[in-house]
């Protein structure tokens, strides 16, 4: 592979390592925003899932003929829920997903009082756990991504100065 082409790939894979870092920190830290500002005033309720909405998205290139091939088309799942704060009715999404799912099985949340709209999962795991599966994917992503981003750039300038090439001309001693 040419010198400047794992250059590029080198500095892109640099590129992609802070990038998905900061996606992962970013996410983590809304997440964990909301998780406190949902925990500083909380209110567990029963939520009703009320629907279920597949959306297909069939990737480009592919035939019409190959729409029902899972290979070639793509879904997002959205779960609505409603629940009732103070004599008032909400429908939101969840923001997360479970096979089980099924319209009109209740979900345990837990929702701010000062802002029905935020909730979070009454189930889930505790906060430190969380930090550790986003460290978990900032190490294996963005430290791999990086780290080899960083070997393809060095072994690039080391190829570099060692390919250097052979223009025929012998060096000669100036004896004769």
Do not use: C
Not at 59 to 82: S, W
Not at 91 to 98: F, I
Not at 149 to 162: D, F, Q, S
């Amino acid at each position: 592979m040419n010198s400047k082409v794992k250059q590029k790939i080198g500095w892109g894979l640099i590129a992609f390592s802070v990038v998905t870092t900061l996606i992962i920190v970013v996410t983590s830290l809304h997440n964990a925003a909301v998780r406190d500002r949902v925990l500083a005033d909380p209110l567990d309720v029963t939520a009703v899932i009320v629907d279920i909405v597949v959306t297909y998205q069939q990737q480009p290139g592919a035939h019409d003929l190959d729409f029902y091939d899972d290979h070639n088309r793509r879904y997002t799942r959205r779960v609505y829920v409603e629940y009732e704060v103070g004599g008032q009715s909400f429908r939101e999404h969840l923001g997360w997903w479970s096979n089980s799912f099924r319209i009109g099985q209740p979900v345990d949340i837990i929702v701010n009082r000062a802002n029905p709209r935020e909730f979070i999962n009454a189930n889930e795991g505790p906060e430190w756990l969380g930090i550790v599966i986003m460290l978990i994917f900032v190490v294996i992503f963005g430290g791999g991504s990086g780290i080899t981003g960083v070997v393809l750039i060095r072994t690039a300038k080391r190829g570099g100065r060692n390919n250097q090439r052979f223009d025929g001309n012998i060096p000669h001693s100036a004896e004769n």
